[in-house]
C-alpha cells in the first residue's frame, strides 16, 4: 500500500489515449453490467450504473493516485454507484428480499449427502461430461444456464463470483474490494461455483 | 479423505490455496476416483462459463457518449 504501482492502462488514461480508454470500454463493459446487475436487478438501471460509473471514472481520473490497479479502481466505483442506487431504489421498491438470510457464509455441505454411501464416497457420482459433445457445454445456451444460476444465488455470493469468474479478478482483489476476509471469499465462492455446477449438471444430462 | 469431503475441497484446491499436505491426499484421492475427476473438471467448466458472460458488447451509442466525455474531460 501507499506506494504507487505500475500500471500501463493508467498512464495512457491519464494521458488522454482515447484508444486505451476505448479498449477499457470494450473489456470491462460486460464485467461492469453484471456486477451492478448484482445490486440493482433491472437491466435498464444497471446500465445507467454502469454508465454513471463511467463518467465518474473520467471525472476523478485527475485524482486517481495509483494506489491500487486501475481495474480495481473502476470496479471499486461500480459498486459504490450501484449500492448508491439499490438504497435510492429500495426507498420507492421493496427489495427486502436483496439482503434476506442466506447461507452464503455457511459451511454445510454444498452437495446433496444423499449422493454419498455411509462410507462417505459417492453413491451416485455426477454423471460425466465427455460424452457430451463439446459445441454443447460450450453453447450460449449453457453460457445463459450458468447467468440465470447466477442470478439466483444470494448477493452475497453473486458478488464474489462476478468479480472472481466474471471479471476474473484475483483472489485476494476480490475480497478487498468487497471488504471481507480472504476466507469469506472463498467460501462464498465455492458455495457459489458448486450451485452453478449443480445447474449444469440438471441441464446436461 | 473420502469424496464428501473432497468436494468441499475443490475450490480451495482451484484456488491454489489448499495446504500442501492436504493438497497431496486431495490429489491421491483424485487419481483414483472418477466421481471427483468428473466433479473438479465440472467446477472447472463452470468457472470457463462465467467468464462468458463477459464478453457483453457495448452499446454503440454509450460508447459514443463515453469517448465524448473523455475528449471534453481532457479539454478541461
Redesign the interface.
Known amino acids: 500500500m501507499g506506494e504507487s504501482i505500475n500500471d500501463p492502462d493508467r498512464d495512457a488514461l491519464k494521458a ?1 489515449d ?1 484508444a486505451a ?2 479498449s477499457l ?2 473489456r470491462y ?3 461492469m ?2 456486477l451492478a446487475m448484482t445490486y440493482v436487478g433491472d437491466r435498464g438501471v444497471a ?1 445507467d450504473v454502469v ?1 454513471e460509473a ?2 465518474t471514472c ?2 476523478s ?1 485527475d485524482r486517481f493516485e495509483g494506489r491500487s490497479s486501475l481495474k480495481t479502481w473502476i470496479f471499486g466505483i461500480v459498486i459504490n454507484v450501484a449500492r448508491s442506487r439499490r438504497r435510492k431504489e429500495s426507498r420507492i421498491l421493496p427489495f427486502a428480499s436483496f439482503w434476506r438470510r442466506d447461507d452464503s457464509d455457511s ?1 454445510r ?3 446433496d ?1 444423499s449422493r ?1 454411501g455411509s ?4 453413491r451416485s ?6 460424452n457430451i459433445p463439446e459445441s454443447k ?2 453453447a450460449d445456451e ?2 445463459q444456464q ?2 440465470a444460476a ?1 442470478e439466483a444465488l444470494p448477493a452475497k455470493q453473486r458478488e464474489v ?1 462476478v468479480l472472481r ?4 479478478f484475483e ?1 485476494g482483489e476480490v475480497s478487498a474490494l468487497l471488504g471481507i476476509s ?1 476466507a469469506s471469499e ?1 467460501v462464498r ?2 458455495r457459489a ?2 450451485a ?2 449443480k445447474a ?2 440438471e441441464y446436461l444430462r | 479423505m ?4 473432497v ?2 475441497l ?3 484446491y482451484i ?1 491454489g ?1 489448499l495446504p500442501s499436505d492436504e493438497r497431496t491426499r486431495f490429489e491421491e484421492h483424485i487419481a483414483g ?4 475427476r ?2 473438479l ?3 472447472r ?14 452499446p454503440p451509442t ?2 459514443r ?3 465524448d ?3 471534453n ?2 479539454r478541461l
Open positions: 488522454g482515447e480508454f476505448q470500454i470494450q463493459h460486460g464485467p453490467l453484471r446500465e454508465q463511467w463518467l473520467v471525472r481520473l459451511h455441505p454444498t452437495v449427502q454419498f462410507d462417505g464416497m459417492w457420482g455426477p454423471p460425466s461430461w465427455d457445454v460450450l449453457t453460457v450458468v447467468r447466477i463470483i469468474d466474471v471479471a476474473g483472489p480472504p472463498r465462492l465455492h461455483r458448486a452453478v455446477r449444469l449438471e | 473420502n469424496c464428501r469431503q468436494v468441499e475443490m475450490t480451495e484456488e490455496t476416483c472418477d466421481g471427483c468428473a466433479y473438471a465440472q467446477m467448466t463452470a468457472r470457463t462459463l462465467a467468464r462468458r458472460l463477459a464478453d457483453e458488447p457495448v454509450i460508447e457518449e463515453l469517448l466525455a473523455f475528449r474531460w481532457r
